[in-house]
């Protein structure tokens, strides 16, 4: 069974930068389209990011186009999330996932994965 073990969260101010890390183990990870996604306190989640899985094509919602970029590398079985310029709107639980389907692409709909990480604390201050 696969397992994804997010990390790289933290306290900074608006403005700064963060990497969030997603590593997986236990399980195909190649093949598999990743997303990042988020929830803010009192919020429902929310899409951030996706990626297929050969890296080619990247999706993102508008609240974070332009800002943040979703990577990954199939060699060390990890993705990642590079967040510039965080606004304290940012401020939420980051959570990597898995697609349910083997080659899927890119999606913002949560159903569609069905393996998600404990999560990652962000918090931005204004």
């Known amino acids: 069974q696969v397992r994804l073990v997010e990390s790289g969260g933290g306290l900074v101010q608006a403005g700064d930068s963060l990497r969030l890390f997603c590593a997986a183990s236990g399980g195909t990870f190649s093949s598999y389209t990743m997303g990042w996604f988020r929830r803010a306190p009192g919020k429902e989640r929310e899409f951030a990011a996706a990626?297929?899985?050969?890296?080619?094509?990247?999706y993102y919602a508008d609240s974070v186009k332009g800002r943040f970029t979703i990577s990954r590398d199939n060699a060390k079985n990890t993705v990642y999330l590079q967040m510039n310029n965080l606004k304290p709107e940012d401020t939420a639980v980051y959570y990597c996932?898995?697609?349910?389907?083997?080659?899927?692409?890119?999606?913002?709909?949560?159903?569609?994965?069905?393996?998600w990480g404990q999560g990652t604390q962000v918090t931005v201050s204004s």
């Open positions: 990626i297929n899985w050969s890296g080619a094509s990247t």
């Open positions: 996932a898995r697609a349910r389907l083997q080659l899927y692409p890119s999606t913002d709909n949560s159903y569609e994965y069905d393996v």
